[in-house]
């Protein structure tokens, strides 16, 4: 079972993710998201620390956040990444862009 939370200090958010980032759980997340950004951000976390999985709409989600913040000129950073996701990154060459980081 996947499911998420968001929290926000100051002008930062942290989405923490359990379980798979896929199709099934990227419309909400992504939904949640874009109201917290409403608030205005300077930088948003993404931690995958408790993330098992992560598919193609999962990687959509962290393109097209990092591209949406980014224009808002907004930082994003993916932490606690798992060897395995990380390698699908960087096999992606989004380790930099995504600024992933391993647990």
């Known amino acids: ?3 998420h939370t ?5 002008k930062q958010i942290l989405v ?17 998201l874009k109201q917290e ?3 205005n951000a300077e930088e948003v976390i ?3 620390g408790k993330a098992v999985m992560l ?10 956040a990092c591209n949406t913040l980014s224009r808002a000129h907004c930082r ?3 932490i ?5 996701i990380l390698q699908l990154l960087q096999s992606m060459r989004l380790i930099n862009r995504l600024q992933a980081t391993g647990r």
């Open 55 to 64: 598919d193609s709409s999962g990687i959509g989600l962290l393109i097209a």
């Open 16 to 32: 923490t993710l359990q379980g798979d980032l896929t199709a099934a759980i990227v419309p909400d997340v992504q939904a949640a």
């Open 37 to 39: 950004l409403e608030k």
């Open 6 to 10: 968001i929290e926000r200090t100051g």
């Open 46 to 48: 993404f931690d995958l």
């Open 1 to 3: 079972m996947a499911s």
């Open 80 to 84: 606690n990444v798992s060897a395995d």
């Open 76 to 78: 994003m950073r993916v």
